[in-house]
């Protein structure tokens, strides 16, 4: 089941970096991070994953605390279409399923 | 397009019927995954094969649920005796892995209602 926590929802003012944190307190040391968003009525979106060190690509930031207990997903300049559920999930890989919990909704305001 | 396809889109019964969807994954991937979401909550797993062999299923799979993926390319969920219940949209997603970290690519859904 899912082992992550998340805030319910977060607003994000346009053109400003989004920050969206991830509490996996219990993460083991062979689970990476992942993150997915969903626009509404579409399937999930891969977006970033890491295990240890922060990692960037073209849609995002992944901060990985030392510890590893927590993580925050960076959307550096939101736009409109970033408005979507950003789901934090922990796997060992390669493992089994991804289990999703119930996300942030991040709403960017124009 | 060669993504994740999932057929039919959407898809309205009536209690007690079946019914059955389909899921194309990208070519080259090995895994493929059911998931159901419900309005305002993440994506549940339900079940996901390795090839043509079915690893793991949920609990949430009751026996009227019958996954399949005979050949190792498309799957197939069917419901029997379907109830107002399983209304949801129904997402297959797939990945290539192999001692590797994988990532799940999803399809648009199949949303089910049940009159």
């Known amino acids: 089941d899912a082992k992550t926590t998340q805030p319910p929802s977060m607003d994000c003012a346009e053109g400003r970096a989004a920050n969206l944190p991830c509490n996996h307190s219990t993460i083991s040391g062979n689970e990476y991070v992942y993150w997915y968003r969903q626009i509404h009525s579409q399937g999930p979106q891969y977006i970033i994953h890491g295990l240890k060190n922060n990692e960037t690509n073209e849609m995002a930031s992944l901060i990985i605390t030392e510890d590893r207990k927590s993580s925050t997903l960076i959307l550096p300049h939101a736009t409109l279409r970033d408005t979507a559920v950003y789901y934090c999930i922990v796997r060992v890989a390669p493992g089994n399923q991804f289990y999703f919990g119930t996300g942030t909704s991040l709403t960017v305001i124009p | 397009d060669t993504g994740v396809s999932q057929d039919p889109r959407h898809k309205i019964t009536k209690r007690g019927q079946n019914v059955t969807f389909r899921c194309d994954p990208i070519?080259?991937?090995?895994?493929l995954y059911w998931y159901r979401q419900t309005l305002g909550q993440g994506p549940e797993f339900l079940t996901y094969f390795q090839n043509e062999a079915q690893l793991e299923k949920s609990r949430l799979l009751s026996d009227r649920f019958s996954a399949e993926r005979p050949k190792g390319s498309f799957s197939t969920l069917e419901i029997q005796r379907t109830e107002q219940g399983d209304s949801a949209m129904y997402l297959c997603?797939?990945?290539?892995?192999?001692?590797?970290?994988?990532?799940?690519?999803f399809g648009e859904g199949s949303r089910l209602t049940v009159l």
């Open positions: 997603a797939s990945s290539f892995e192999q001692g590797s970290v994988g990532e799940l690519f």
């Open positions: 070519s080259e991937h090995n895994r």
